[in-house]
């Protein structure tokens, strides 16, 4: 099925009709859909109609902004299924992770909805008498919006819907991996009446439309959730036009694991944590940190877990999908070499799985490295899939140290009996995001989410601070006397 971008209220091909099929990675023969090759000149138009739609859309009260956002949310819910059918199609997670992250997005909405609406600025006392002064908050304008594809359906909802409450208007990219995914979320919006042009959507490479999208000048805002090294070229282009950067990048997300431990409640976490979508998390656990005096206790339970995965097509009946794509793929199975290069050890997987059918996908076992030392690669740098490191620890601060031993700093967690160990490690623990006996992927849109270090900058996600990024203040002193 062919498939369009929408620009100023209609759907419609890109400038010079070129085009690209996205397959599923649980069966690369399956063609999902064909979508338009997006270019420069169609990244313009997207943000010429959203720059023309923002003077009204920003006029407009709050709470009817609101009742369009709310209607799309109720769009959502009724096509829940549908779209988590597509998030399986595209991403290849399983039904019940693509029901989550449906579910997920829905709370992110509705949160972020009632957070504009009251969010009003604030009155504060004036030096002077017979002075009242405030502030208020309003709208940068047009927002640039460039989403991942682990997470397709829900991190647009946690960038877009902010940004629309407070009066922006958006260009959005998807993921080449899914835009099936972002076409559902714009589709919701198209339903519920959004007027034209304030949600706009283009489809195409990071180097044509991603280009274009960062570096126009009628653009106010660019969020951004996506690799470190990509990231750093967004800043570096913003930097050259002041516009501001909302940046979700790279993690290698450690869990520390003390010899007071619950190692049952940890060991199922960390498995949780590590092998959720393929290990395709930004804050999945890609490291167990284990004092050495519960090391070998730990491994066996999370082998005896590990063991236990089923892998496969994710409209079966099985725990863990395929990873999303040949790209991906080959990049993971290049880190599983250098780990054994490097004189790590697989305790299990490591191999690409080919049989029943799965030949055809891209199946990955779920990966255990032992043996692995703090300086290996696979130790420092982002896999993004199922592969988890087993590291040991002669204590606490040896753990501790670690864990803050690598460039990214996004979450993290400790398994614990002891407060006192407990509160260290959160005092200590160099991430935006951390935890105290539950998994790193942990979080909930009342809090905002962001990294710290090579895993994030700008201004966070969620909580009161996602719509923090997209206003600004304006304060006014009123002399009444």
């Known amino acids: 099925m062919k498939f369009h971008n929408y620009i100023d209220g209609q759907w419609v091909g890109s400038a010079d009709g070129k085009t690209f099929v996205q397959r599923n990675p649980a069966d690369l023969e399956h063609v999902t859909g064909e979508w338009p090759q997006g270019t420069s000149a169609d990244a313009e138009q997207a943000i010429e109609a959203a720059h023309a739609a923002f003077p009204a859309w920003a006029d407009m009260g709050v709470y009817q902004r609101a009742e369009y956002l709310s209607r799309a949310v109720a769009v959502l819910k009724e096509r ?41 600025g604030q009155t504060a006392p004036s030096a002077q008498a017979g002075v009242f002064a405030y502030s208020v908050r309003r709208p940068l304008g047009v927002a640039s919006i460039i989403s991942p594809w682990n997470f397709p ?109 619950d190692l049952d409640l940890a060991a199922e976490a ?42 496969g097509n994710g409209v079966d009946e099985v725990d863990m999908g395929p990873v999303c794509g040949t790209d991906q793929l080959a990049t993971i199975e290049g880190y599983i070499e250098i780990g054994k290069a490097e004189g790590a050890h697989i305790a299990h997987g490591g191999v690409r799985l080919t049989d029943n059918g799965l030949d055809k996908g891209c199946f990955i076992a779920p990966t255990v490295f032992t043996q692995v030392q703090p300086q290996m690669r696979i130790a420092q740098e982002e896999i993004f899939g199922p592969v988890l490191c087993l590291m040991i620890a002669e204590d606490f601060s040896a753990a501790l140290e670690i864990a803050n031993g690598v460039e990214f700093g996004l979450a993290s967690s400790i398994f614990t009996r002891d407060i006192g160990r407990a509160f260290q490690f959160l005092a200590e623990t160099d991430v935006g995001l951390t935890h105290v006996n539950m998994m790193t992927a942990y979080r909930e849109p009342q809090l905002s989410f962001g990294g710290v270090k090579a895993s994030g900058h700008g201004i966070p996600e969620s909580g009161d601070t996602g719509i923090e990024f997209f206003t600004e203040h304006k304060v006014a002193f009123i002399n009444y006397l």
Not at 81 to 97: P, Q, R, Y
Not at 284 to 296: D, P
């Open 80 to 120: 829940a299924e549908e779209i988590a059918a597509i998030l399986t199609a595209e991403n290849g997670k399983t039904l019940d992770e693509a029901r989550t992250e449906v579910g997920s997005a829905v709370r992110e909405m509705e949160f972020q909805i009632a957070q504009g609406i009251s969010t009003c």
């Open 153 to 261: 359906f829900n991190v647009p909802g946690r960038k877009c819907t902010p940004a629309l409450i407070s009066g922006n208007t958006i260009v959005f990219k998807p993921a080449s991996l899914t835009p099936g995914a972002g076409r559902a979320f714009v589709d919701i919006f198209a339903e519920a009446g959004l007027p034209a042009g304030v949600l706009n959507f283009v489809c195409g490479r990071g180097s044509t439309v991603g280009e274009t999208m960062i570096t126009h000048p009628l653009v106010q805002s660019i969020s951004f959730t996506g690799s470190t090294q990509v990231g750093r070229g967004i800043q570096q282009c913003a930097a050259q036009g002041l516009i501001r950067t909302q940046l979700e990048m790279g993690g290698k997300n450690p869990a520390v694991i003390l010899a007071d431990a």
């Open 270 to 311: 960390v498995v949780k944590a590590a092998y959720a979508c393929a290990g395709q998390w930004c804050t999945s656990t890609s490291r167990a940190i284990v004092v050495r005096e519960v090391a070998a206790a730990f491994t066996d339970k999370v082998l005896e877990r590990v063991q236990q995965i089923r892998v």
